[in-house]
């Protein structure tokens, strides 16, 4: 890889080369195709891509969660808080799982045992980490369903999921996420299944949580609206390998990537969910490409700047934006695109030119001043 | 499961082997009590007791022996009821609470021994308990409590004139002289119930109370007067008896020694194993001390040390009948007795005795066994062995004899006036390996001479239903009825289903009183199921046998009789039955002849 | 109030089915041949007594003179009053018939249900776990196993194995040991070789079930979610898997066991020569006791009802999504 | 479909394989099963063959029933080999269960990318495609290996021969038909299998066991699916007291002892093999009845059935057109499951002692061999070892069926 190399500093969870494939009766998918990114302690970094485009994947790859057999993580680190998950021992993942590591789904009626009450289900929580009576630990759970905004929590700790609200479940599910008082938290669509008025207060829920206890978050979310609002840092996803990735502000303002720029174009006004049929209307890629062992880039067939170097090779490392130098200075942290118009060789002003011709408006002007190098 | 053709057990095809009282003719006359007994030394644990552990298929149903009709419960009631008297394999009475004697075998008169005791407070056995039971039982008129043969008390429809002549003894006077009257099941072993207790249901005539009364049910009353004291019954699982210390027997003088202080176990069990395979594994761990043997298995047992196989001749005869109905497909033949004749020819009853049966049964040519002393060799004539085993032999005397019939050769089938070629109906017991084996058997002889055989397995009660009961098909009454088996003429009484061969159903041949052959031989017969008409004058014959007291005489008829059958061939005798016992090896005793288990009382465990 | 009307109607269907039942098997047992009746007038036949008289006696002795609905409904009548009737091929009451023979049964069924139930369900879930693999598939052939052998072939050949060459365990079922010491260890002997072939013949069914449902929980989100709490694949396995698969599994656990055992157990029972409520019906029906048939016909009608409740009630318990409110 | 939207393990996620892993868009159930009536004319070759079929099937039984009487249906003499089969009423039902099994695979085997996906999951389970192998021979064997083979014949001399390369005692069999060898009689090619007690040999009766299992198995459970579906899919779609009358009907008769119908009715007709099938068949679908209703009940809540329902469908046409495709999946995994109960079912009668002693079924054979077990092992281990290996093969076949065909189980591998 010539990307750059390990951030300087220790962040919270390094991530990189990441590989994880699906052995399939068809042949073997590589979901996760050597994805690298960093996370800081309170900090939220979101994990964007259209369905199927590996980011819940990835996601799940940092603790192993994906089912092994099929899935398997072939190479790569996950370096968290110093240690390496992804030589870890089962059960030293089972340590760091929801101890220092919480995950919450997307679904809180399928992540929420139908069969027992809420109460048990937090208080498994609490007491696979810690050692407490079953009276400290209910006392803890009806704290934690109080912090996450539930009304009488005393009383809604002996319910079963299904005598929940949608927002409610999603709610315990994040109280039974902190209740081990992780350090990062991974959220996988945490709204998506919810109603739309719900989805802001649970984004809110989110975002005081973690500017209260200062846990890291990493969202993983194909909606690009709540990628504006949360986000300090962005890595856009596609066919299972990073395409772009860099502050939220860079991204938004700047997009590099043919595909992150396609993305954002394909949304008037950029704060629309980006719903996979409306991927599909943007890629509509090959289905056939995700068993093939790529050549160049994922996304030539698709691009409209797409040279014969696409054609090349693998996918383009990343490669430092125009802008890279302004918004940050390291590499781990720098604004970067896989796209062989950003690499030495090539010329940025092949994509941003175009999408000035194309788009009207604040991007173009944005596109504009950054096309300079 | 039923286990075979053995008549031990109600099998599918013991039908006839159970003449009325049939339990009592199998105790005795045929020796078939399932596994007559003996003893073994099963210890539970205590050494010096010894335990008889007897293993058969079926429970017993009742110890009310006013309903008995089946040889398992017979057995058991056998062990706490002596019964009158026993008759030896000489065929000499052998008294027990009775001896019975007779001037002209007209008048029986009856004596009781001193000194049996009733228990539950019924006083001593007298010759009122018997005359009551008789007459208030066996013969009343409303068949009160329901005795499933009171035929036996009567002559003529007549009840048999019972009198008490003393304290101890009765006479019985019978119409017509009958010289075997003792040996017909009607004394011969007969049990007695105290009057006292039958009076409390006589009244009211209450067969339900006296059947569910609870001296009834576990024999209370039987006092001194068997081997065995009743101690318990577990339906479907086991019937058990212990030593009875009081048993009237001890205090005897004139019987043998080995009889006075019988028996020589502290309990008799009978356990019921319903699985043969089961049976036969538990006889060689020594959980049983006896149990039946299929011929099959008798060769691997003989190999071994601790179990004794003992072969006992039997009186029940496998034969293939034939129907000459007129339902039959093939009847207007069959009636021939020259094409019966010639069938027999077809059929090699040595394979069947030596490869079906391994040896262990032999081979029939009349309604007799050889063993009995009634047998007449030099009149029966022998078809289906040797010379007179021959397909071309058969073949040539069908060919001669189906002339004025609707059948003949054609080619080498027997074809019908249609040209069809004809196929007959066998129809066989299912239950039984080697019933079936015969019945492919016999299907492969004939048609080795021309003659195609279906072969259809059915349950006994369905046979019976079906093929063997018969009732008048044609207009207005019946000019006679001879019961639901002969329900009239052959011509126009026919079974619910034509059927043309029936195997499996097989026959008593009651070597000590072969008169009683007479219902399976005569036109008029109520076991003629399959409309035969002797060309002999059977009748008369049987006639001259049963009432005649010089035994040359009814020698000489019964040999006529024999030998006419041999020659009529109403059905095609193919075998006679043996039983089949393994004992524990210890066991001293059972002696391999026909009626042996009579003195099981006396045998023993060698060493105890 | 939902689960007692619920069960009130259950109750009620139940007695319903019963007399629909009692009545079928009512009517063809008159119209079945009698075996015993058949013996009984060809031995009167041939030695020429009176076929008809002996006839007579004969039904008169088993309750069989009247027409059929009259004698039907007095035996409805005396079943209201508690009365099951008596039963002519043992001398006893029909309930005491049964009483008897259903300990015998249970002595066996229980520990073969609780048996396949552990093995049937550990064997599913693991098998659910490890889809597709070497262990997976020896996994499901011992399942398989005991359904796939005849049990009368496996009985009898255990029995040759175990008890004859061996000697380790007694061929011969002792109906006395077990009823006056059921809790010995000679009991438990005996008992050993039919619970495992009823017990194996078992297996299948309730392995089929708990794969089935396992496999729809073994990638369920709430699996995957308890695991990223940091639970045990242990914990994961018998809180989470389990219980959700308990609960559908529980309907097919009363059915199909009680099919099972209830046909099984004809074999099992004639082949170790226990005295149980198989043996005890099959012999009714062979030698037409009709007021046993009948009586133990009733008794897989109570046993299914009663297990139906049970059945609802544990999965009422299990499940607390279930309201009896609208079923 | 369970599991999130994104996760690999549910299949639909898109990064997963799609030129096979990935469902057609059509479905097992959504095979033509009924274009037969789809397009209402005669139009449709299918059915066209279908209607030949059942009609020269009709000729074929009667002229067998009226004309031939007696006869063989057949008797013709190739090369030597005789070709003699005189049907039976049995034989008759197979055919048609079989010419049933012909027309309702041809709709789907016609749709190859569908067969080629269904395969591909199916195979993954490599202990039920050697099931699957084992049974197609057993079933070829069955029905056309008997067609040239004689029956196994009686020969009482020969009863009990040990298998070849085995011995045994040479006083268990009657008569030794290979060498004895220090006293024991050693099995030959003759009879490679042995012999039963009387004669039999256990090969030719394996074999023609084949031919009787698969006739209990196939012909019982095609009887019993259909009832089954007719009444399942009815009283899902109908609801309400037809509803309620079918499956409390289902109640009864599956508490009602069956082994005593079969007890009655072996009396009233002989307990022959038709009788057993018969019995099979119309007493033992009740199970199958309520899988179909329930699933039924699920899949008439969807929109296309109530979108024929508005377009003024008639009730029987959307039950057969809409209901009972989309629940075939569970029928055929019911079916395969159902079979080896049947074929175990024939064994243990003919352990009670019911059925038709002279069927060389392996249930018979096995039976009336069990009291063989101490010394002649073989007559029924035979037997039984074919049974097990069947029992056991469908029962893996109608796992993996359930596996492949259930869409709820599409874990994307």
Same mark, same amino acid.
């Given at each position: 890889?010539t990307?750059?190399?390990?951030a300087?500093?220790?962040?919270?969870?390094?991530?990189?080369?990441?590989r994880t494939r699906?052995?399939?009766?068809?042949g073997t998918?590589?979901?996760?195709?050597?994805?690298?990114?960093d996370?800081?302690?309170g900090?939220t970094?979101c994990?964007?891509?259209?369905s199927?485009?590996?980011?819940?994947?990835?996601a799940?790859?940092l603790?192993r969660?994906?089912?092994?057999?099929?899935?398997?993580i072939?190479s790569g680190?996950?370096?968290f808080d110093?240690?390496?998950?992804?030589?870890?021992?089962?059960?030293?993942l089972?340590a760091?799982r929801?101890d220092?590591? +919480?995950?919450?789904?997307?679904?809180?009626?399928?992540a929420?045992n139908p069969v027992?009450?809420v109460?048990w289900?937090?208080?498994?929580?609490i007491?696979l980490?810690?050692?407490v009576?079953?009276?400290?630990?209910?006392a803890?759970?009806i704290?934690?369903l109080?912090?996450?905004?539930? #009304?009488?929590p005393?009383?809604?700790?002996?319910?079963y999921?299904h005598e929940?609200?949608?927002?409610m479940?999603q709610?315990?599910?994040?109280?039974?996420?902190l209740?081990g008082?992780?350090d990062?938290l991974v959220?996988?669509?945490?709204t998506t299944?919810?109603?739309v008025t719900i989805q802001?207060?649970v984004?809110?829920?989110?975002?005081?949580?973690?500017s209260?206890?200062?846990?890291?978050l990493l969202l993983v979310?194909h909606?690009?609206?709540?990628?504006?609002?949360?986000?300090?840092?962005?890595?856009?996803m596609y066919?299972g390998?990073?395409m772009e990735?860099?502050s939220?502000h860079?991204?938004f303002e700047?997009p590099?990537?043919?595909y992150?720029?396609?993305?954002l174009?394909?949304?008037?006004?950029?704060?629309v969910?980006?719903t996979?049929?409306a !991927?599909?209307?943007v890629a509509?890629r090959?289905?056939s490409s995700?068993t093939?062992?790529?050549t160049g880039?994922?996304?030539?067939s698709?691009c409209p700047?797409?040279v014969? !170097?696409c054609?090349?090779g693998d996918?383009p490392?990343?490669h430092?934006?125009p802008?890279a130098?302004?918004?940050a200075p390291?590499?781990?942290?720098a604004?970067?695109a896989?796209?062989v118009?950003f690499?030495?060789?090539?010329d940025?002003d092949?994509?941003?030119?175009?999408?000035?011709?194309?788009?009207s =408006?604040a991007?173009?002007?944005?596109s504009?001043? =950054?096309?300079r190098? | 499961?039923?286990p075979?053709?053995r008549?031990?057990?109600?099998?599918?095809?013991?039908?006839a082997?159970r003449?009325?009282r049939?339990?009592l003719?199998l105790?005795g006359l045929? =020796?078939?009590?399932a596994?007559?007994g003996c003893s073994?030394?099963q210890?539970?644990?205590t050494s010096?007791?010894?335990?008889?552990v007897?293993?058969?298929?079926?429970?017993?149903q009742?110890?009310n022996?006013?309903?008995v009709n089946d040889?398992?419960?017979?057995?058991?009631?056998?062990l706490v009821l002596?019964?009158?008297y026993?008759?030896?394999?000489e065929q000499?009475i052998?008294p027990l609470? +009775?001896?019975i004697s007779?001037?002209?075998g007209r008048?029986?008169?009856v004596e009781?021994r001193d %000194?049996?005791e009733?228990?539950?407070?019924y006083g001593?056995?007298?010759a009122?308990?018997?005359?009551?039971?008789?007459t208030e039982?066996f013969q009343a008129d409303?068949?009160?409590?329901n005795?499933?043969t009171?035929g036996?008390?009567?002559?003529?429809?007549?009840?048999?004139?019972v009198?008490k002549?003393g304290r101890r003894?009765?006479?019985?006077?019978?119409?017509?002289?009958?010289p075997?009257?003792?040996?017909?099941?009607v004394?011969?072993?007969a049990f007695?119930m105290p009057k006292?207790?039958i009076?409390?249901?006589r009244?009211a005539e209450?067969?339900?109370?006296?059947a569910?009364d $609870?001296?009834?049910q576990?024999?209370a009353?039987?006092?001194n007067?068997?081997?065995?004291?009743f101690?318990?019954?577990?339906?479907?699982?086991?019937?058990v008896?212990?030593?009875?210390e009081?048993y009237?027997l001890r205090?005897?003088?004139?019987v043998?020694?080995?009889?006075q202080?019988?028996p020589y176990?502290d309990?008799y069990?009978?356990r019921v194993?319903?699985e043969?395979s089961?049976?036969?594994?538990?006889l060689?761990?020594?959980?049983?001390?006896?149990?039946?043997l299929?011929?099959?298995?008798v060769?691997?047992?003989?190999?071994l040390d601790?179990v004794?196989?003992?072969v006992f001749?039997?009186a029940?005869?496998?034969?293939?009948?034939?129907?000459?109905?007129?339902?039959g497909?093939?009847?207007e033949a069959l009636?021939?007795?020259a094409v019966?004749?010639?069938l027999?020819?077809a059929?090699d009853?040595?394979q069947i005795?030596?490869?079906?049966r391994?040896?262990?049964a032999?081979v029939a040519?009349t309604?007799q066994?050889?063993?009995s002393k009634w047998y007449a060799?030099e009149?029966v004539?022998e078809?289906?062995?040797g010379?007179?085993y021959s397909h071309e032999?058969?073949?040539e005397l069908?060919?001669d004899?189906?002339?004025?019939?609707p059948?003949?050769?054609?080619g080498?089938?027997?074809?019908?006036?249609?040209d069809?070629p004809?196929?007959?109906?066998?129809v066989?017991a299912?239950?039984s390996?080697p019933i079936?084996?015969? !019945?492919e058997?016999v299907?492969?002889?004939?048609d080795?001479?021309?003659?195609?055989?279906?072969?259809t397995g059915?349950?006994?009660?369905?046979?019976?239903?079906?093929?063997l009961?018969?009732?008048w098909? =044609?207009?207005g /009454?019946?000019?006679?009825?001879a019961?639901?088996y002969?329900?009239g003429?052959?011509?126009?009484?026919?079974s619910?289903?034509?059927w043309d061969?029936?195997?499996?159903?097989t026959?008593?041949t009651?070597?000590?009183?072969?008169?009683?052959?007479?219902g399976f031989?005569?036109?008029?017969?109520?076991?003629?199921?399959y409309g &035969?008409?002797?060309?002999?004058?059977?009748?008369?014959?049987? $006639?001259?046998?049963?009432?005649?007291?010089?035994?040359?005489e009814?020698r000489? +008829?019964?040999a006529e009789?024999?030998?006419?059958?041999?020659v009529?061939?109403p059905f095609?005798?193919?075998h006679?039955?043996?039983?089949?016992v393994?004992y524990?090896?210890a066991i001293r005793?059972p002696e391999?002849?026909?009626?042996y288990?009579? /003195?099981?009382n006396?045998?023993r465990l /060698?060493?105890a | 109030?939902?689960?007692?009307?619920y069960?009130?109607?259950?109750?009620?269907w139940?007695?319903?089915a019963?007399?629909?039942i009692?009545t079928v098997?009512f009517v063809?047992l008159?119209?079945?041949?009698d075996?015993?009746l058949a013996?009984?007038?060809f031995?009167?036949?041939?030695t020429?007594?009176?076929a008809e008289?002996a006839?007579? !006696?004969y039904a008169?002795?088993r309750?069989?003179?009247?027409?059929?609905?009259e004698?039907?409904l007095?035996?409805?009548?005396n079943?209201a009053?508690g009365d099951w009737?008596?039963?002519?091929t043992?001398s006893q009451p029909?309930l005491t018939?049964?009483?008897t023979?259903?300990p015998y049964?249970?002595m &066996?069924t229980v520990?073969?249900?609780?048996?396949?139930?552990v093995?049937?369900?550990?064997?599913?879930l693991?098998?659910?776990f490890n889809?597709y693999t070497?262990?997976?598939?020896?996994?499901?052939?011992?399942a398989f196993?005991g359904?796939?052998?005849?049990n009368f072939?496996?009985g009898i050949v255990l029995?040759?194995?175990?008890?004859?060459?061996?000697?380790?365990?007694?061929v011969?079922?002792d109906a006395?040991?077990?009823?006056?010491?059921?809790?010995?260890?000679?009991?438990a002997r005996?008992?050993?070789?039919?619970v495992?072939v009823l017990g194996?013949?078992?297996i299948?069914?309730?392995?089929?079930?708990?794969?089935?449902e396992?496999l729809e929980?073994?990638?369920?989100?709430?699996?995957?979610?308890?695991?990223a709490k940091g639970?045990?694949?242990w914990r994961?396995?018998t809180?989470?898997v389990?219980?959700?698969t308990?609960v559908?599994?529980s309907?097919i656990?009363?059915?199909?066991?009680l *099919?099972?055992i209830?046909?099984a157990s004809?074999?099992?029972?004639v082949v170790?020569?226990?005295?149980g409520?198989?043996?005890?019906s099959l012999?009714?029906i062979r030698r037409?006791?009709?007021?046993?048939?009948?009586?133990?016909?009733?008794?897989p009608?109570l046993?299914?009802?009663?297990?139906?409740l049970?059945?609802d009630?544990?999965?009422?318990l299990l499940?607390?999504?279930i309201?009896?409110?609208?079923r | 479909?369970?599991g999130?939207e994104?996760s690999?393990g549910?299949?639909?996620?898109d990064?997963q394989?799609?030129?096979g892993?990935?469902?057609p868009?059509e479905r097992f159930?959504?095979?033509?099963?009924?274009?037969?009536?789809?397009?209402?004319?005669?139009?449709s070759?299918?059915?066209?063959?279908a209607?030949?079929a059942a009609?020269?099937y009709?000729l074929?039984?009667a002229s067998?029933?009226l004309?031939?009487g007696?006869?063989?249906?057949?008797?013709?003499?190739?090369?030597?080999?005789?070709?003699?089969?005189?049907a039976t009423?049995v034989d008759?039902l197979?055919?048609a269960?079989?010419s049933v099994?012909v027309?309702a695979?041809?709709?789907?085997?016609?749709?190859?990318?569908?067969?080629?996906?269904?395969?591909?999951r199916?195979r993954?389970?490599?202990?039920?495609?050697?099931?699957?192998?084992y049974?197609?021979?057993?079933f070829?064997?069955g029905?056309?290996?008997t067609?040239f083979?004689d #029956?196994?014949?009686?020969?009482v001399?020969?009863a009990y021969?040990?298998?070849v390369?085995?011995?045994?005692d040479?006083?268990?069999?009657?008569e030794?038909v290979?060498p004895?060898?220090e006293?024991?009689c050693?099995?030959?090619?003759r009879?490679p299998?042995?012999?039963?007690?009387?004669?039999?040999g256990l090969?030719?009766l394996?074999?023609?066991?084949?031919r009787v299992?698969?006739?209990? *198995?196939?012909i019982?459970?095609?009887i019993?699916?259909t009832?089954?579906?007719?009444?399942?899919?009815?009283?899902?779609y109908?609801g309400g007291?037809i509803d309620?009358a079918l499956?409390?009907?289902?109640d009864?008769?599956?508490?009602?002892?069956?082994?005593f119908?079969?007890?009655?009715?072996?009396?009233?007709?002989?307990?022959?093999?038709f009788?057993?099938?018969?019995i099979?068949g119309?007493t033992?679908w009740?199970?199958?009845?309520?899988?179909?209703?329930?699933?039924?009940?699920?899949r008439?809540?969807e929109t296309y059935?109530?979108?024929a329902r508005?377009?003024?469908a008639s009730? #029987?046409?959307?039950?057969?057109?809409?209901?009972?495709p989309?629940v075939s999946?569970?029928?055929v995994?019911a079916a395969?499951?159902?079979?080896p109960?049947?074929i175990?079912s024939e064994?243990?009668?003919?352990f009670?002692?019911l059925?038709n002693v002279?069927l060389?079924?392996?249930?018979?054979t096995?039976?009336a %061999?069990? %009291?063989d077990?101490?010394t002649?092992?073989w007559?029924?281990?035979v037997p039984g070892?074919?049974?097990f290996?069947?029992i056991?093969?469908?029962?893996f076949?109608?796992d993996a069926?359930?596996?492949a065909l259930?869409?709820r189980?599409e874990?994307?591998?």
């Open positions: 890889m990307d750059p190399p390990a300087p500093r220790d962040s919270l969870l390094h991530v990189e080369d990441l699906f052995h399939t009766d068809a998918v590589t979901a996760v195709d050597g994805i690298s990114f996370l800081d302690d900090e970094v994990l964007v891509g259209e199927g485009s590996g980011k819940t994947v990835a799940e790859s603790t969660l994906i089912d092994d057999p099929p899935g398997e072939v680190t996950v370096r110093g240690r390496d998950l992804a030589t870890a021992s089962e059960a030293e089972r760091v929801g220092r590591i +919480a995950h919450v789904f997307q679904n809180p009626q399928r929420l027992y009450s109460g289900q937090l208080l498994e929580a007491q980490h810690d050692d009576s079953k009276a400290d630990a209910r803890r759970a704290d934690l109080d912090r996450v905004g539930i #009304p009488d005393a009383t809604r700790i002996d319910d999921p929940l609200s949608g927002g479940q709610r315990v599910a994040i109280a039974m996420a209740a008082e992780p990062l959220a996988d669509e945490p299944a919810l109603d802001s207060q984004l809110r829920l989110l975002e005081s949580i973690q209260a206890s200062g846990l890291g979310t909606d690009l609206g709540v990628v504006a609002e949360v986000a300090d840092r962005v890595v856009v066919d390998t990073v990735r860099g939220v860079d991204v700047r590099s990537h043919p992150t720029r396609a993305l174009d394909a949304i008037p006004g950029r704060d969910d980006l996979p049929t !991927a599909r209307d509509d090959d289905p995700a093939d062992s790529t880039c994922r996304f030539r698709r700047h797409a014969d !170097a054609r090349e996918q490392p990343l430092p934006t802008d130098t302004t918004s390291d590499g781990a942290r604004h970067v896989a796209c118009h690499g030495p060789d090539g940025p092949v994509v941003v030119d175009s999408a000035k011709s194309a788009d =408006g991007s173009a002007d944005e504009a001043g =950054g096309d190098r | 499961m039923l075979g053709d008549s031990g057990d109600a099998g599918p095809s013991a039908l082997s003449s009325r049939s339990f003719h105790l045929s =020796g078939a009590t596994v007559a073994s030394s210890g539970d644990g010096d007791e010894t335990h008889y007897d293993g058969t298929s079926t429970g017993t009742t110890l022996f006013l309903s040889t398992p419960s017979a057995n058991r009631i056998q002596d019964g009158a026993a008759i030896t394999p000499e052998f609470w +009775a001896d007779t001037d002209e008048v029986y008169t009781l %000194g049996l009733w228990g539950a407070d001593s056995m007298t009122e308990d018997w005359v009551y039971m008789i039982v409303s068949n009160w409590a005795y499933p009171p036996e008390w009567q002559r003529a429809g007549e009840p048999i004139p009198e002549t003894t009765f006479e019985v006077r019978l119409p017509e002289p009958d075997a009257f003792p040996l017909r099941p004394l011969w072993g007695c006292g207790l009076e409390q249901y009244p209450d067969q339900e109370g006296l569910q $609870e001296a009834v576990t024999l009353y039987a006092g007067l068997g081997p065995y004291t101690e318990r019954w577990e339906r479907g699982s086991s019937f008896a212990t030593r009875n009081e009237y205090e005897v003088d004139d043998p020694d080995e009889w202080n019988a176990f309990s069990t009978y194993v319903p043969e089961t049976r036969l594994s538990a060689r761990s020594g959980e049983l001390t006896a149990t039946d299929p011929a099959s298995r060769e691997q047992f003989e190999g601790d004794a196989v003992k001749p039997q029940y005869m496998t034969s293939l009948i034939y129907n000459q109905r007129a339902n497909s093939f009847y009636r021939k007795p019966r004749r010639a027999a020819h059929v009853k040595r005795v030596e490869d079906v391994r040896g262990y032999t040519h309604f066994p050889t063993f060799d009149a004539r078809l289906g062995v010379e007179t032999r058969a073949r069908l060919r004899n189906l002339d004025g019939t059948y003949r050769y054609e080498d089938r027997v074809v019908d006036d249609a069809e004809v196929t007959l109906d066998l066989f299912q239950g390996q079936q084996t015969i !019945a058997l299907a492969q002889e004939y080795a001479v021309g003659i195609d055989v279906e072969l059915k349950q006994y009660g369905s046979i019976v239903e079906q093929h009961y018969n009732s098909q =044609g207009d /009454d019946p000019p006679w009825d019961g639901p002969n329900g003429p052959r011509d126009q009484s026919v619910s289903r034509p061969l029936i195997l499996g159903i026959f008593n009651y070597p000590r009183t072969p008169t009683s052959i007479r031989s005569v036109r008029r017969g109520g076991t003629n199921f &035969y008409h002797p060309e002999t004058d059977f009748a008369s014959l049987f $006639e001259t046998a049963s009432s005649t007291v010089d035994e040359a009814r000489a +008829a019964l009789v024999f030998g006419a059958l041999s009529e061939q095609n005798f193919l006679m039955g043996v039983e089949i393994g524990d090896s005793g391999e002849t026909f009626g288990s009579w /003195d099981r006396t045998w /060698d060493g | 109030m939902g689960l007692k009307w069960t009130a109607r259950r109750v009620a139940a007695g319903v019963a007399f629909v009692l098997t063809l008159d119209y079945a041949p075996p015993e013996r009984i007038q031995r009167a036949a041939a020429g007594a009176d008289t006839a007579e !006696a008169e002795r309750g069989l003179t009247g027409p059929l609905w004698r039907y007095e035996y409805l009548g079943l009053t009737g008596w039963s002519d043992r029909v018939a049964i009483l023979a259903l049964s249970l &066996y520990p073969a249900v609780a048996l396949s139930t093995l049937g369900i550990a064997i599913g693991y098998s659910a889809q070497t262990t997976d598939y020896a996994a499901t052939f011992v196993f359904v796939s052998i005849p072939w496996f029995l040759l194995l175990f008890a004859v060459q061996l000697g380790w365990v007694p011969l079922f006395e040991l077990a009823r006056t010491r059921p809790l010995s260890l000679a009991n005996q008992l050993v070789l039919p495992f194996t013949s078992a299948a069914s309730t392995m089929r079930y708990a794969r089935a396992a929980y073994v990638r369920a989100a709430f699996v995957k979610a308890a695991r639970a045990s694949e994961i396995l809180r989470h389990l219980r959700p308990l559908p599994l309907t656990l009363v059915g199909d066991l *099919g099972i209830l046909s004809y074999l099992v029972e170790f020569g226990i005295p409520l198989g043996r005890l012999e009714a037409q006791d009709t007021a046993l048939v009948l009586g133990t016909t009733l008794v009608v046993v299914a009802v009663l297990g139906n049970l059945q009630l544990a999965y009422a499940d607390p999504r309201d009896y409110g609208d | 479909m369970i999130a994104d690999p549910t299949g639909t996620d990064s394989p799609a030129d892993g990935e469902p868009s159930e959504d095979v033509d099963w009924a274009s037969i009536d789809a397009d209402g004319g005669g139009r070759p299918l059915r066209l063959a209607l030949v009609g020269s009709g074929a039984v067998d029933r004309v031939a007696g006869d063989p249906t057949i008797d013709v003499a190739f090369g030597g080999v005789a070709f003699v089969w005189d009423a008759w197979f055919v269960t079989l099994l027309f695979l041809v709709p789907l085997a016609r749709n190859r990318r569908l067969v080629a996906y269904y395969w591909r199916f993954r389970h490599r202990p039920a495609v050697l099931s699957l192998a049974l197609l021979v057993i070829l064997l029905t056309v290996g067609l083979l #029956p196994p014949a009686l020969d001399a020969a021969q040990p298998p390369f085995l011995s045994v040479a006083s268990i069999p009657t030794c290979g004895v060898v006293g024991r050693q099995g030959t090619w009879y299998l042995g012999t039963t007690a009387d004669g039999k090969l030719a394996a074999i023609f066991g084949m299992s698969m006739q209990v *198995g196939l019982a459970t095609l019993s699916i009832i089954a579906t007719a009444v399942g899919a009815t009283a899902a109908a007291w309620e499956m409390r009907y289902v009864i008769q599956q508490t009602f002892p069956t082994f119908l079969f007890l009655f009715l072996a009396y009233l007709y002989g307990g022959s093999l009788v057993l099938i018969v099979f119309v033992g009740g199970g199958i009845a309520r899988i179909v209703r329930s699933e039924a009940l699920q008439s809540e059935v109530a979108a508005s377009a003024g009730g #029987p046409f959307v039950v057969w057109r809409h209901v009972v989309n999946n569970s029928i995994t395969t499951l159902n079979i109960v049947l175990l064994a243990a009668l003919s009670i002692g059925g002279t060389p079924s392996w249930g018979q096995i039976a %061999g069990r %009291g077990l101490a002649a092992w007559v029924s281990t070892l074919f049974l290996a069947t056991l093969a469908f029962n076949l109608g069926l359930r596996d259930d869409p189980q874990v994307g591998r």
